[in-house]
């Protein structure tokens, strides 16, 4: 695990105020795995500071297990591969924030935003929040190569089929929502090359963000 350097900029913010990370990319992009690593360096540079972790597709399979109308409606429609409406994907992770966010914590958002919609309502959260320049860290891999993870993986879902489909809408939903935050001085967008191993994925996230 890479230690930050006392010198640098994001380093010394982190001791300061609360910082913001959204990754975004294809899934089987390994978006769960950095995150999870960036929550290590972020944990190890500050300890007396929270991190809130916020992973849709994880928040979403907890609400499917419910039992009102509105999650039974959801667990159909999740069971048939459907896509889920804004609404309900936007509920997941405004409802993780009104439950858990005291203000004082890192925030690391994982496949939150999917649409460009659902993007300009997160900007009105951080706006609301008062959370400064947050970080957009895209992890882009070849179709094929998300496919083949995907399908490594042999989670219940993850059938050839579901996967084309799940693959499809980033081009249609999220690689609109990645040009939302292209050239946005609101926010700090990072390029990262997801072909690599983890080690070197990592070690370029923490290079990028100033941690090393």
């Known amino acids: 695990m890479l230690v930050p350097n006392q010198g640098s900029r994001l380093y010394n913010s982190l001791h300061m105020k609360p910082q913001s990370f959204i990754f975004v990319g294809r899934s089987g ?3 769960g795995t950095q995150a999870a690593l960036l929550m290590d360096v972020l944990k190890k540079a500050n300890p007396n500071r929270g991190v809130i972790y916020i992973q849709t597709g994880d928040e979403l399979r907890k609400f499917i297990r419910g039992k009102s109308y509105t999650e039974k409606v959801t667990k159909e429609l999740y069971d048939s591969g459907g896509l889920m409406p804004e609404f309900i994907m936007v509920y997941q992770w405004v409802r ?3 439950d858990n966010y005291t203000g ?3 925030l690391v958002l994982d496949g939150t935003p999917r649409k460009p919609i659902e993007a300009k309502m997160l900007d009105s959260v951080f706006t609301f929040f008062k959370r400064e320049k947050p970080w957009v860290i895209n992890i882009e891999v070849d179709p094929e190569a998300s496919f083949k993870r995907l399908l490594g993986r042999k ?3 993850d059938n050839e089929e579901e996967i084309r489909k ?3 809408w980033y081009e249609t939903d999220v ?3 990645i040009d939302h935050y292209r050239d ?3 926010y700090n967008l990072l390029k990262i090359d997801g072909e690599r191993s983890v080690e070197e994925i990592h070690a370029d996230i923490v290079k990028k963000l100033g941690l090393q």
Do not use: I
């Open 29 to 31: 992009s390994g978006k």
């Open 96 to 98: 993780a924030l009104v």
């Open 104 to 106: 004082a914590e890192h």
């Open 155 to 157: 989670r219940f879902d």
């Open 166 to 168: 799940r693959l499809s």
């Open 175 to 177: 690689a609109p929502t």
């Open 184 to 186: 946005n001085p609101d």
